[in-house]
């Protein structure tokens, strides 16, 4: 039916229906112009070329900035002179994105080592951005010279413009190794790339050292040359060499960069922190913003104030809550929360030879850009012999005019055709000819005839050189790593701009749960929860719990003081525990809220209680029908919603006790529903971190009802009804003492009606 719809009025089944109506599969159609729009983006937007770093559209910059001779060492032109050129002659897009192409390349917070100088104001690092470009000058930089040395010189291809008017380089020559010295990014359709900036020292290092051994592993790359990025931001990278390593043998990873920070005295004990670099691409004013906005909102109790002070340099100042607070602990809570740690994903996916898409390793990359460099050598070297041999065909003409110079003159003076006749008379070519007809009369003195033999002995000998350089791949590999050399002197760690900024350490050994402390401001709270389930946080430590109200039909089921860093455990019937952390909990002014909204309880499972986690402490466990166990309470932490299963029961038997055990408890009471009582040794009980437990009592009807755990040097205590305390010692318990999983005997007199011990 949907081919029908595409038919021509007339009805006809041709590709034509008689009125210019082309029938066209849409399927098809879209597929392929979807295709072409893809490749276009990949191909000529999105991705770098590996062998020069380059997008089309700053190739088309540079090569315009050529063409208006805005060398490093002429004037500034207006950038709105080259945006124009750049436009009309070469990239048909809008001035805007051109622009603000241009502007990255400038950039010295963006760029490692910019292409542009620029003068100006081309932005800022808090993310300000560049003025008009009717206001703004610029020129080249010697990287970007290097980047076009031998374009003259048959060193690449060139292509047509896009209106066939012009021609433009399909690569550069790069002699810079600008793809890993500078980075890139770029989203194309369904791939992107993201490649960090490097020092370039570190790459012409490593590639010298691949042209000495090919076969160099990616490992001995990085160990012993390209350590990792060299962001223009500078930052510490706090990744291990393995997950470096392995970043650069796969082309892809991430690596973890952290603000640069130091601690300045202020006298009597107090500091503050400098914040002096920032992690690549991070905007400062946000930065700040950012941490402003935490304080505000007290998510940062250890840090009292933050002020930004920076002029050129960057300076952030960092004011702690007082003299006593970490400043390790400081600091990594604010990499937890903020920007001041980065992660920079790391996706080297690159066109290889200008054509195809991939993802390339570190040595992949310099393999490409040196191979790149010697077709360069080659091709310059070719067209410079062309050029010397086209010289030398000259010279030798002019020779021969020098030697018949008489002759010369009469058949220049004397004959119809002056050129044939040349050419018959002395054997030359068409080329000589032509020179020795252009020949000034100024040229005839005896000290030109010299200088031309010197001019062929000099070219004689280059000729030589270079056909031994194009006889040999040793030779040109020689020269490729002493141009390299040339390049790492140049711009080497010696120099302010080779000079490494990115630093590498590691992340302090700080205990993850003291850094999520440390942004909880410490306040204390009263923690309600009633017998449906809602659960709130009071303000400070509320004594008189009568006074709380409920919604109705409901009542308190238990209270307890705590503070908003604290972890807030709750039990439930099917032997699950969940995890709250008290400042997340709904404040206390009205009824609070469902725990099921804060956690995933089952419908059919009851809270059995809640309290304060305190990791050292151990914890009794025990269900309904009598099994029970002891659990070491740190391992009863919920990471998720879901809760953390510990005790194993099913249906009808449910989870009914709870209770912490004190240091010296050596004995355990338990109380059945039958009101028997039955004391026994704690150590028969098992310590496991998951599971049903063993029998504590033994019932023919009923269940457990309470148990306490007691020090028996104490005695076993308990409250009746009227809040007697009632105490029995070793001999009193005598009757009661016994096994694990027995019976027990009928509960003394005084015990409480309710069977529970009370208190």
Excluded at 167 to 173: G, Q, R, S, Y
Excluded at 307 to 317: F, G, K
Excluded at 627 to 634: D, I, K, L, S
């Amino acid at each position: 039916m949907g081919n029908d719809l595409l038919k021509p009025p007339g009805g006809g089944d041709g590709e034509d229906g008689g009125d210019g109506i082309e029938v066209i599969d849409l399927k098809s159609a879209l597929e392929e112009r979807y295709l072409a729009y893809a490749l276009s983006t990949i191909m000529g937007r999105a991705l770098p070329d590996v062998r020069d770093g380059l997008k089309p559209v700053h190739r088309r910059i540079l090569h315009a900035m050529r063409v208006l001779k805005l060398d490093p060492n002429t004037g500034f032109k207006k950038c709105a002179r080259i945006v124009g050129d750049v436009i009309g002659k070469f990239h048909p897009h809008g001035d805007q994105a051109v622009y603000d192409a241009m502007v990255r390349l400038a950039q010295d917070f963006a760029q490692r080592y910019p292409l542009i100088d620029g003068q100006g104001n081309f932005g800022n690092i808090d993310g300000d951005g560049a003025a008009a470009y009717r206001y703004t000058e610029a020129r080249m930089t010697e990287v970007a010279t290097l980047l076009l040395e031998g374009i003259d010189e048959d060193a690449v291809d060139f292509r047509l413009t896009y209106n066939e008017e012009d021609k433009e380089p399909v690569v550069l020559p790069g002699a810079f190794p600008n793809l890993l010295a500078n980075g890139s990014s770029g989203i194309a359709v369904g791939m992107a790339t993201n490649i960090p900036p490097h020092n370039v020292a570190e790459l012409c290092d490593a590639a010298r050292h691949l042209i000495q051994f090919p076969d160099a592993r990616v490992e001995t790359l990085v160990q012993k040359y390209v350590k990792g990025p060299d962001f223009p931001t500078g930052g510490i990278i706090v990744d291990d060499q393995a997950t470096i390593i392995e970043a650069y043998r796969t082309g892809r990873g991430a690596f973890r960069v952290r603000a640069k920070w130091e601690k300045e005295d202020t006298g009597r004990g107090g500091y503050r922190i400098i914040i002096t670099e920032i992690p690549y691409q991070v905007q400062k004013s946000k930065l700040i913003e950012k941490i402003a906005d935490l304080l505000v909102n007290r998510k940062l109790p250890l840090l009292e104030d933050v002020r930004d002070e920076s002029a050129e340099d960057i300076r952030v100042v960092l004011e702690p809550k007082n003299r006593t607070v970490d400043p390790d602990l400081l600091m990594e809570s604010l990499f937890k929360v903020t920007d001041l740690e980065n992660r920079f994903s790391m996706n080297m996916n690159v066109l290889s030879q200008g054509r195809v898409p991939k993802v390339m390793s570190l040595k992949d990359v310099l393999r490409e850009w040196l191979d790149h460099r010697r077709d360069v050598l080659l091709r310059r070297s070719r067209y410079r012999l062309a050029q010397i041999e086209k010289r030398l065909e000259v010279l030798a003409g002019l020779l021969i005019a020098y030697l018949n110079i008489d002759e010369v003159i009469r058949i220049i003076r004397f004959e119809d055709e002056p050129k044939k006749k040349l050419m018959e008379r002395f054997e030359l070519t068409e080329v000589q000819v032509e020179a020795i007809l252009n020949m000034r009369l100024r040229a005839l003195a005896k000290l030109q005839e010299i200088e031309i033999r010197r001019e062929h002995d000099t070219l004689s000998a280059e000729k030589a050189q270079i056909e031994k350089i194009l006889g040999s791949e040793e030779l040109q590999w020689k020269i490729l790593s002493n141009d390299i050399g040339e390049i790492r002197e140049k711009f080497g760690p010696k120099t302010a701009l080779g000079k490494r900024r990115t630093q590498f350490g590691t992340a302090q050994d700080i205990d993850v749960e003291a850094v999520q402390q440390a942004m909880i401001e410490k306040e204390p709270i009263t923690v309600v929860i009633s017998e449906k389930g809602w659960i709130r946080a009071m303000k400070g430590h509320v004594q008189d719990t009568s006074s709380l109200t409920f919604k109705e039909g409901d009542k308190l089921r238990t209270a307890f003081h705590a503070e908003t860093h604290d972890k807030i455990v709750l039990f439930t019937t099917n032997g699950k525990f969940f995890t709250l952390t008290g400042d997340k909990l709904p404040g206390g002014r009205g009824h609070g809220e469902p725990v099921r909204v804060m956690v995933d309880m089952e419908n059919d499972a009851d809270i059995v209680t809640a309290f304060k986690h305190e990791p050292s402490r151990k914890l009794l466990l025990a269900s309904s029908v009598g099994n029970g166990f002891t659990v070491p309470e740190a391992e009863i932490i919920a990471n998720t919603r879901k809760g953390k299963q510990v005790m194993n029961v099913k249906l009808p038997d449910e989870a009914v006790l709870c209770m912490p055990l004190s240091e010296g408890d050596d004995h355990l009471a338990v109380v059945g529903e039958n009101r028997k009582l039955l004391v026994f040794p704690l150590d028969q009980l098992p310590e496991m971190t998951r599971g049903k437990g063993v029998r504590l009592q033994k019932y023919k009807d009923g269940g457990i009802k309470d148990a306490r755990p007691f020090k028996m040097e104490a005695g076993l205590t308990w409250q009746d009804s009227a809040d007697r305390t009632f105490t029995k010692t070793r001999d009193e318990l005598a009757e009661w003492m016994g096994d694990r999983a027995q019976a027990g005997r009928m509960v003394p007199k005084g015990f409480p009606r309710n069977g529970k011990f009370g208190g």
